[in-house]
């Protein structure tokens, strides 16, 4: 499976961003995909995933700013980022799995990373 994410880029603060990651190859194994971010100095953390069935998950600090959704007939995960604010600022990554667990130790598959940047 090759994930490969666009999207990134440099925004002001309340500012949004949609970011794209596109799959291809077996993804007939993957039953969550998500976005996991890390910014310098921190630990990776995953910031929303999406299973199969469409449930959402979210980390607390982007609850009813971002949305995650997958469009499957196109093979492509999306992360709409609202109200954006600088510590959001990290480089995003696009993760997939066959495992229901969250966990960075479960993600099969991982694209390259689109960066964003979030100006005050």
């Known amino acids: 499976v090759q994930l490969v994410e666009s999207g990134g880029g440099l925004v002001q603060a309340g500012g949004s961003l949609r970011l794209s990651c596109a799959a291809s190859g077996s993804i007939f194994s993957i039953n969550v995909m998500g976005w996991y971010r890390q910014a310098p100095g921190k630990e990776r953390e995953l910031v929303a995933a999406?299973?199969?069935?469409?449930?959402?998950y979210y980390v607390d600090s982007v609850k009813g700013r971002f949305t995650i959704s997958r469009d499957n007939a196109k093979n492509t995960l999306y992360l709409q980022m609202n109200s954006l604010k600088p510590e959001d600022t990290a480089m995003y990554y696009c993760?997939?799995?066959?495992?229901?667990?969250?966990?960075?130790?479960?993600?099969?598959?991982w694209g390259q990373g689109t960066q964003v940047t979030v100006s005050s």
């Open positions: 993760a997939a799995q066959s495992s229901y667990e969250l966990s960075d130790q479960d993600v099969d598959y």
């Open positions: 999406i299973s199969s069935g469409g449930t959402p």
